[in-house]
């Protein structure tokens, strides 16, 4: 049986090899056992599928640190490899914090990291663009300054196009993450790659995707007292063959 430490090793490995890699979040253990039925090499996390999951706004402390590490259990029996800290507040008055204290507070999730028993993957996140704050200049001064305060992976959440992508992957030596949720969708992994994107993940999106094809079932019933959705349901089989 591989070991957590050998799963954290292969991951760090990801960002180490060339080329671009996709690492789709789940929400729940069902959709965690999908995507890796799939032959994902990662998965990720989502706190907007897990507050989707039981129905609460994301991002509102509506859903506690320990319900939050509880729908990690499974992740951390098959081998949690990384983390990403934020600078984003959760305060609507001042969302982002600080410059220093974002970095300082870096520094000290890396150290931490690096204290574990194993090459945990630390991601520091810059979350202007999702709070209004449409500073390129100070989000890629930040992502420099989690690089030197030892962040293993950068992130933006936010970045849409491959020429801002392209600015922003230039500016740094660590692999940068993007989030396709907030990208352009026409957008491919392969042209992605090209402008120095490592990693790219969906955030929530595929939750959402999800409760759009329940909610159109459910409207079809309701409006029409249809039952055509019924059709494109995952045979229980296949369900059965996942979740053996």
């Not at 392209?166 to 090209?194: F, G, H, R, Y």
Request: aromatic letters at 6%; charged letters at 20%; hydrophobic letters at 50%.
């Amino acid at each position: 049986m591989t070991t957590q430490h050998e799963k954290a090793a292969a991951f760090r490995a990801l960002h180490e090899r060339p080329g671009v890699f996709i690492i789709p979040n789940a929400w729940d253990a069902g959709s965690a056992k999908l995507l890796a039925s799939l032959g994902f090499e990662a998965l990720a996390t989502t706190s907007l599928g897990l507050a989707n999951a039981l129905g609460r706004i994301d991002g509102t402390g509506a859903v506690s640190r320990e319900e939050l590490l509880a729908n990690c259990a499974l992740a951390a029996q098959a081998g949690v490899a990384g983390g990403s800290i934020e600078d984003a507040t959760g305060d609507e008055a001042k969302p982002i914090y600080d410059f220093g204290l974002a970095a300082e507070r870096v520094q000290a999730a890396a150290e931490a990291a690096r204290a574990l028993p194993l090459p945990f993957v630390l991601t520091a996140r810059a979350d202007n663009l999702m709070h209004g704050r449409r500073d390129l200049d100070d989000t890629i001064r930040r992502l420099q300054a989690f690089e030197k305060a030892g962040a293993d992976v950068l992130y933006a959440p936010g970045l849409r196009d491959l020429a801002t992508m392209k600015l922003v992957a230039s500016a740094v030596s660590k692999p940068i993450n993007v989030v396709m949720s907030a990208a352009d969708p026409s957008l491919t992994a392969a042209q992605m790659e090209a402008v120095g994107v490592k990693r790219l993940s969906v955030g929530g999106a595929l939750s959402r995707l999800a409760l759009a094809a329940f909610m159109k079932g459910a409207r079809e019933m309701k409006d029409q007292g249809g039952f055509t959705w019924v059709r494109d349901t995952m045979p229980t089989k296949d369900l059965k063959a996942v979740f053996h």
